[in-house]
């Protein structure tokens, strides 16, 4: 599985690469106040794809964060629940012991 998670990784580069080459060229771009900022297309295009992905990169991280916490502290109840439901150790009585529920019950000498 990690071959194909490096092939994957690696075509994408390849791509990102030789797209960057084939549009490497100068542009400029107009800030506030008639500042000039020169630069090439790549950067751009790569400023403007991360500005877009990292807000709901980390929204995604923090809900998954969130849940993972949850979802030990109900781990962490069941545990306990199913410690405190367990059955507790019963003794066993020897074997031709007859157990106290069974026994004779001794009447007192005069009572019929």
């Not at 849940?67 to 020897?94: G, I, Y």
């Amino acid at each position: 599985m990690q071959f194909l998670k490096t092939i994957f990784w690696v075509v994408i580069a390849v791509v990102l690469v030789a797209f960057s080459i084939s549009n490497w060229t100068s542009i400029t771009i107009t800030l506030w106040s008639g500042l000039l900022l020169q630069t090439y297309l790549p950067l751009v295009i790569g400023a403007a794809f991360l500005l877009g992905f990292l807000p709901y990169y980390l929204l995604h991280q923090a809900t998954r964060w969130s849940l993972h916490r949850k979802l030990m502290q109900v781990e962490r109840q069941l545990a306990e629940t199913r410690a405190m439901l367990e059955p507790k150790s019963v003794e066993t009585p020897a074997p031709g012991a007859i157990p106290p529920s069974a026994a004779p019950i001794a009447v007192p000498p005069g009572v019929s």
